[in-house]
Nanobody
Framework: QLQLVESGGGLVQPGGSLRLSCAAS????????LGWFRQAPGKEREGVAC????????AYAESVKGRFTISTDNVKNTIHLEMNNLKPEDTGVYYC?????????????????WGQGTQVTVSS
């Protein structure tokens, strides 16, 4: 059974950093579309980063460009989201997601499987 398990969330001060991890099982990261999404209280879920290694596609939301980096460890079958210079508006529950092979990744659609989420709180 395909599974995604996030970890690495927590409380951090503005300007700080966190590294989220998503342990994946039962599928090959290289041939998949992978994404990180977040949902703040009272707001809709939004895509923050996505990648498709086989297609050479990667994308970031404007609000996180230059601060967040999505990557994979194909040996450990893990997806990472490195978050630097965090801001209070980055607060939310972060989810990793999996979709099938595609020519490019999307920050809005194309995902079939989701993790349970990990809470990120940016506050002083």
């Amino acid at each position: 059974q395909l599974q995604l398990v996030e970890s690495g969330g927590g409380l951090v001060q503005p300007g700080g950093s966190l590294r989220l991890s998503c342990a994946a099982s039962q599928f090959n990261l290289y041939y998949s579309t992978l994404g990180w999404f977040r949902q703040a209280p009272g707001k809709e879920r939004e895509g923050v980063a996505c990648m498709n290694d086989r297609a050479g596609s990667i994308a970031y939301a404007e609000s996180v460009k230059g601060r967040f980096t999505i990557s994979t460890d194909n040996v450990k079958n893990t997806i990472h989201l490195e978050m630097n210079n965090l801001k209070p508006e980055d607060t939310g529950v972060y989810y990793c997601a999996h979709g099938g092979m595609s020519r490019s990744c999307s920050l809005t659609s194309g995902y079939d499987d989701w993790g349970q989420g990990t809470q990120v709180t940016v506050s002083s």
